[in-house]
């Protein structure tokens, strides 16, 4: 049978990534494909570059949509043949009603007048097809998200689609909807429309996919003919994670104390939606001179979990207690958490980690101004001593600390981010992915220093999407899945299989 | 992604005049603008009466942008201040002749002008730390907040007024604007009076500012810190000498120096400090270039944003004053507009609209590119129409060239 889709040869590379490299897929007529593949594995990279978010020529490659070759040089090129994307985070406006946001940029319309009755009866006629009984005229905010799941793909199917891409479309819906959803998918296969979905949940993906092509690092590593056999899922998260250990970690010998931080029935909601409880009773202690790891997908709630900590930057109605040394210590405010001698450093260090416009010796010294300054008076000179120190200690490449932080390599920017963290003195530093988006030989720096933090007695928590980082530099990790820490176990007994095996088998238990 | 290692920066002139070219082109865009107005005035510019005038008539002014400086370095707006200062004004005429607005409902005691003072200062810093309540702690944007407190302040100014001028104020309390030093010495300068004094004091301050800058340059040798070719820094010390004691010189031939001249100094001096040397000024830039950042970082953000519209409300305040002690009376149409020249001195200044950048010495100097150019263009007998189209285009090339700049990097 001709495919619909095909996409061969694919490469995309970003300076000093290979995002993909020579990845084929094709898609048959009335055919549900499922992509899986870790974070990280090139899954949104080949939608965007499939969808015209990368235009024609930034990749090379090609893409033969129903038999000729295509060109995408916009979104809208790709739309206007009936390839439609839903992506993770929805795109419809909340204020704006479910016909409005159906029929936006495409209104029906005579001298750009609309035509609000025929926008409204085609509407009805939508919601009908994907089983959403709402009005027309309800504002998107008062919808559960299934129930904007369902809106999105009305817009769809408004757009005549032929191939429809859902990137995770059940990942933040409940047991129900994700199963409604599904057999919307399948209904859709025998009117003869094909979607790929991008999922991590085997389980549902075992349901409804005919065939499943694994991505590992950019590449296609497998494609598997789900009515050709039985496809076990252990047989799928070898493929995901097959890797081999090429990282290169540094020795390190742990000496491991008595516990001095210890996290006790810790829960938080979602700042927006005070019933989404995005933190569900998490324990969690760490001892003098350990590493730990918190394993996890994206939007396992690991960030939410350390923000929610540190000073309550996260989420509202949060309970639990925090004790430092055996003692229950107050966290309430940033300040505060500063105080008990706890460091976050985030994952995203241009939004929340930097001063981008300042230099690196500013940037050093935010976190502990007091610490170069006498009577609230900065001591110019003392504050230079400082940032030259860790500059050295550190090895930020640079061409003097008065250097502008945005001018910096993401390995620079990261160890300007810690330098800022170990100037403030702390017992326990959450580092959330600490090594994202920065090269091999950074890594390696970086791990060193997490090394010489824990060797100094001080107290380590790295959050990390790459299994392999946090086998190679962690003393325990906990693996993390909706909220919830769904398996704890030491390093040395842990392999990627183990702890995505512990996430899969997780999977809708949290809700119970 | 590699790492890549530049070498050690070598003090080197052109790289140098590049980077610090918005400053220059600052200081000289002021300097053009004189010399512009000093040749199409005929000579009445740089007249010691007309200096005089010039400094008299922007010092408030230049109080307020001390304050929006700060307010538009944390990435905030203040439009309020105009309004707060024509407030403040009226209350203070109020408080100091015992004018009731409506005699039959109550009476105002009559306040002496230090009281009085201390109570107006005092108001303008609460009014500062209501609206920066909201802005800071209910996140509610400072343009619509201080909006609000234009309108309300407005009306209130009105009010207290009863709807009249009310003047004229204690003859004590006007020195404030237009007293001199008292020259102590009696000395004639081709058969006028000249006032040493200023140009003592002028001599002196020189003498200062050139000390602390060559003690700075010595420290900064000694740690390899120097960036500045040696040619600008003795260039720029001389500039500086020679327009200090130039401008006292001028002075002197007049009246000496003015009052409110010692108090703007001490206040330009007060407000580099706080911006360049204490945590409290380096918290505020932190703030601007990126809130989320100086917040995860222990910055208390909302009570730093509270601090700098309650000092705000206080500067709006004491332009209120030196304004009316100017004036000599209190009206309801004081402080009109006075908010759109504050802010177009930071931005002229090199004021960043995102905050997170600017500087106290870009907010005067713009001031002042304001302030001569609204006296060069009264004394040329253009209208006051056409001087509204001529500053606006000025604000607009100013921030013109700051954006294009940048886009170059």
Not at chain 1, 115 to 139: I, M, S, Y
Not at chain 1, 315 to 334: A, E, F, Y
Not at chain 2, 42 to 57: E, Y
Request: aromatic share 8%.
């Amino acid at each position: 049978m001709q495919p619909i889709l095909e996409m061969r040869g694919i490469t995309k590379t970003f300076p000093g990534v290979n995002a993909l490299s020579d990845v084929d897929i094709n898609v048959r007529p009335a055919e549900i494909l499922a992509v899986v593949g870790e974070n990280g594995a090139g899954k949104s990279t080949l939608m965007k570059v499939l969808s015209g978010v990368y235009p024609h020529g930034t990749y090379s490659g090609g893409i033969y949509y129903e038999g000729v070759e295509r060109k995408f040089n916009k979104i809208s090129d790709s739309e206007d043949l009936g390839i439609i994307i839903i992506h993770q985070e929805l795109a419809l406006v909340p204020l704006l009603s479910i016909a409005e946001n159906i029929f936006l940029g495409h209104e029906p319309a005579k001298l750009g007048v609309i035509n609000w009755f025929e926008a409204f009866a085609r509407t009805k006629e939508l919601l009908k097809k994907v089983g959403l009984n709402e009005h027309p005229n309800t504002l998107i905010t008062n919808l559960g998200t299934g129930k904007q799941q369902l809106v999105e793909i009305a817009k769809a199917l408004n757009k005549k689609v032929k191939l429809l891409i859902l990137d995770e479309p059940t990942s933040s819906l409940n047991e129900t909807d994700s199963n409604a959803l599904l057999a919307l998918l399948m209904e859709f296969r025998e009117q003869g429309i094909s979607s790929i979905m991008i999922s991590h949940k085997l389980n549902e993906i075992s349901k409804v996919a005919d065939r499943i092509t694994v991505l590992r690092d950019g590449m296609t590593v497998d494609t598997l003919d789900c009515h050709a056999e039985k496809i076990s899922e252990d047989r799928i998260i070898k493929a995901m994670v097959g890797r081999e250990l090429t990282d290169r970690f540094p020795p390190r010998n742990a000496k491991i104390g008595e516990p001095i931080f210890e996290v006790k029935n810790w829960s938080c909601y979602h700042p927006l939606h005070a019933d989404r409880q995005m933190i569900k009773n998490v324990d969690l202690h760490v001892k003098r001179g350990e590493v730990v790891g918190i394993a996890g997908l994206m939007g396992a709630g690991r960030t939410e979990l350390a923000m929610s900590i540190f000073g309550r930057s996260y989420g509202q109605k949060i309970s639990g207690n925090i004790l430092i040394n055996g003692k229950p210590v107050d966290v309430s405010t940033i300040p505060k958490a500063m105080d008990a001698g706890l460091a976050y450093a985030t994952e995203d260090r241009k939004t929340y980690g930097l001063v981008l416009i300042d230099h690196i010796k500013h940037n050093i010294t935010l976190a502990n101004l007091d610490g170069v300054a006498k009577y609230s008076v900065v001591d110019d000179l003392v504050e230079l001593a400082v940032a030259n120190k860790y500059r050295r200690d550190l090895g930020i490449r640079c061409s003097s600390v008065f250097q502008t932080t945005v001018n910096l390599s993401g390995g620079n920017q990261q160890k300007v981010v810690l330098s800022k963290w170990l100037f403030s003195g702390p017992d326990v530093l959450i580092l959330d992915e600490p090594t994202r988006g920065i090269d091999v030989g950074a890594k390696y720096e970086i791990y060193g220093i997490i090394n010489q933090l824990a060797e100094a007695g001080k107290a380590v928590i790295v959050i990390s999407s790459e299994m392999a980082e946090l086998l190679g530099v962690a003393d325990r990790i906990y693996v993390m899945n909706e909220g919830k820490f769904v398996a704890e176990m030491p390093a040395k007994e842990a392999s990627q299989e183990k702890i995505m095996r512990a996430i899969m088998k997780s999977w809708g238990k949290a809700n119970d | 992604m590699t790492d890549i290692s530049t070498p050690q920066v070598k003090p080197d002139f052109m790289r140098f005049v590049r980077s610090n070219i918005r400053d220059y082109a600052l200081l000289l865009s002021l300097l053009a603008i004189m010399v512009f107005f000093q040749f199409n005035t005929h000579g009445t510019l740089f007249r010691p009466v007309n200096m005089t005038n010039i400094l008299l008539q922007n010092s408030y002014i230049v109080v307020m942008a001390l304050g929006m400086l700060l307010v538009i370095v944390a990435g905030h707006i203040d439009l309020s201040v105009g309004s707060v200062s024509g407030f403040i004004g009226a209350l203070a005429a109020v408080l100091m002749t015992g004018t009731s607005p409506n005699p039959d409902l109550f009476t105002i005691p009559k306040f002496d002008f230090v009281t009085a003072s201390i109570i107006c200062l005092g108001v303008g810093a609460a009014i500062g730390a209501i609206q920066g309540y909201f802005i800071a702690y209910y996140k509610i944007p400072a343009f619509i907040v201080t909006l609000a407190g234009m309108l309300i302040f407005k009306g209130l100014a009105l009010s207290v007024l009863g709807g009249a001028s009310v003047g004229p104020l204690p003859a004590t309390f006007q020195l404030l604007s237009t007293g001199f030093l008292t020259d102590v010495f009696d000395v004639q300068l081709l058969g006028a009076p000249f006032n040493l004094l200023a140009l003592l004091i002028g001599t002196l301050i020189t003498a200062a500012l050139i000390y602390f800058n060559f003690k700075e340059r010595r420290s900064q040798l000694q740690h390899g810190l120097a960036e500045e070719p040696e040619a600008i820094f003795y260039g720029r010390n001389l500039l500086i000498a020679v327009a200090l004691i130039g401008f006292s010189f001028i002075m002197g031939q007049y009246k000496g120096l003015p009052n409110v001249l010692i108090v703007m100094f001490a206040l330009i001096a007060l407000f580099v400090f706080i911006t360049t040397r204490t945590t409290f000024g380096r918290r505020i830039y932190a703030m601007g270039g990126n809130e989320k950042a100086a917040k995860l970082s222990g910055v208390n953000t909302e009570r730093l944003t509270f601090w700098i519209f309650t000092i705000m409300g206080a500067l709006a305040a004491l332009g209120g004053l030196i304004f009316a002690a100017r004036l000599n009376v209190a009206t309801p149409k004081a402080g009109a507009g006075f908010e759109l020249e504050v802010i177009a001195a930071c931005f002229i200044g090199g004021a960043a609209v995102t905050g997170g950048v600017g500087k106290i010495v870009g907010a005067v100097i713009g001031a002042f590119i304001i302030g001569v150019m609204n006296n060069g263009m009264s004394i040329m007998g253009i209208g006051i129409d056409w001087q509204f189209v001529i500053k606006g285009a000025v604000l607009l090339f100013a921030v013109f060239l700051d954006v294009k700049f940048k886009n170059r990097g």
